[in-house]
């Protein structure tokens, strides 16, 4: 069993299976999520002796890079108990299987159960404490064979998602993904930016007679675009500005943002900064796409 989350084995390996299982109240439902937005195919409360089937069904529709996770737990009722052996037939396949448990202390289980007002599943005619203690009696076992165990007590859920980022996650998955987003602010500012800048004070090549008809992916355009001082100066201090925003982004579990960049009518200087500037952001490590949304409008 590894306790430690960050010794499990790397991510991007064919024929992937994550069983989740552990107390209630402790997280299996973020856990699930955080692998959905992944893009793993989860299957939530299944008798585990399907586990298998779906799986090979999974497999068949897209191939050997199936990354299939599913939720087991005492809800399954009697079928539960067989969970054992499908783990055991499991891991004597050429499959992955990661079986991961999830549990937490006593007082923040009653914590959330309280918060939630909901009874907990096990506890019967008796208090939500009894049904906790009854739970882990009947999950010993598993905690014990499982290859990851996380005590989520100290953890709130966008922690827990980080931490199924980091674990499950591959590399790409685990870095932040920015779109660089060029637009003409006469066909309206774009609803999905986060950050929106306006750049109208370069210089426009639009007036330049040998500079009109190409765009700002030409190196003739960047050039005057980039060679004006205000523009030099505006990138500089943009990157200055937006590198602690990003860095905060990633430690609050943001995985996505659209950083745009308008101009009159999106064809010149706006383009050429967002080159300019999603080029810079990947040479300091993050994801970036760039994306020209009116280029092309005119």
């Given at each position: 069993?590894?306790d430690?989350?960050s010794?499990a084995?790397?991510?991007?390996?064919?024929g992937?299976?994550?069983i989740i299982?552990?107390l209630?109240?402790?997280?299996?439902?973020?856990?699930?999520?955080?692998?959905?937005?992944?893009?793993?195919?989860?299957?939530?409360?299944?008798a585990?002796q399907?586990?298998i089937?779906?799986?090979?069904?999974?497999?068949?529709?897209?191939?050997?890079?199936?990354?299939f996770?599913v939720v087991?737990?005492?809800r399954?009722?009697?079928?539960?108990s067989?969970?054992?052996?499908v783990?055991?037939?499991?891991?004597?396949?050429?499959?992955?299987?990661?079986?991961?448990?999830?549990?937490?202390?006593e007082?923040?289980?009653?914590?959330?159960?309280?918060?939630?007002?909901?009874?907990h599943?096990?506890?019967?005619?008796?208090?939500?404490?009894?049904?906790?203690r009854?739970?882990?009696?009947?999950?010993?076992?598993?905690?014990?064979m499982?290859?990851l165990v996380?005590d989520t007590s100290?953890?709130?859920?966008?922690?827990?998602?980080?931490?199924?980022?980091?674990?499950?996650?591959?590399?790409?998955e685990?870095?932040?993904?920015v779109?660089?987003?060029?637009?003409?602010?006469?066909?309206?500012?774009?609803?999905?930016?986060?950050?929106?800048?306006?750049?109208r004070?370069?210089?426009?090549?639009?007036?330049?007679?040998?500079?009109?008809?190409?765009?700002g992916?030409?190196?003739?355009v960047?050039?005057?675009?980039?060679?004006?001082?205000?523009?030099?100066?505006?990138?500089?201090?943009?990157?200055e500005?937006?590198?602690?925003?990003?860095?905060g982004y990633?430690?609050?579990?943001k995985?996505?943002?659209?950083?745009?960049?308008?101009?009159?009518?999106?064809?010149?200087?706006?383009?050429a900064?967002?080159?300019?500037?999603?080029?810079?952001?990947?040479?300091?490590?993050?994801?970036?796409?760039?994306?020209?949304?009116?280029?092309?409008r005119?």
């Amino acid at each position: 069993m590894q306790d430690d989350p960050s010794t499990a084995p790397p991510s991007d390996a064919t024929g992937d299976i994550v069983i989740i299982t552990g107390l209630a109240g402790a997280g299996r439902e973020t856990a699930a999520h955080a692998l959905e937005d992944m893009g793993w195919y989860v299957v939530y409360n299944i008798a585990p002796q399907l586990i298998i089937t779906l799986y090979e069904l999974r497999a068949s529709a897209v191939g050997r890079e199936n990354r299939f996770a599913v939720v087991v737990d005492p809800r399954s009722g009697p079928f539960f108990s067989e969970l054992s052996d499908v783990v055991a037939d499991l891991r004597r396949s050429d499959l992955r299987l990661r079986l991961l448990f999830l549990t937490a202390d006593e007082s923040t289980l009653v914590r959330r159960f309280d918060s939630v007002r909901r009874p907990h599943p096990l506890q019967g005619e008796e208090g939500v404490l009894e049904g906790i203690r009854r739970e882990r009696e009947m999950l010993a076992p598993y905690r014990r064979m499982a290859d990851l165990v996380i005590d989520t007590s100290p953890l709130n859920v966008h922690q827990l998602t980080m931490k199924m980022r980091s674990v499950f996650g591959t590399s790409e998955e685990q870095r932040l993904t920015v779109t660089m987003l060029s637009f003409g602010f006469k066909y309206g500012i774009p609803l999905e930016a986060d950050h929106v800048s306006d750049v109208r004070f370069i210089p426009n090549p639009y007036w330049v007679p040998e500079l009109k008809p190409l765009r700002g992916t030409d190196r003739e355009v960047s050039d005057f675009v980039l060679g004006d001082a205000n523009a030099g100066e505006f990138v500089g201090k943009y990157l200055e500005m937006i590198t602690p925003v990003l860095r905060g982004y990633s430690a609050e579990n943001k995985h996505f943002t659209t950083l745009a960049i308008g101009c009159t009518g999106g064809k010149h200087r706006s383009v050429a900064v967002a080159e300019n500037l999603g080029d810079q952001l990947r040479s300091a490590g993050y994801a970036v796409r760039i994306r020209h949304r009116d280029l092309g409008r005119e």
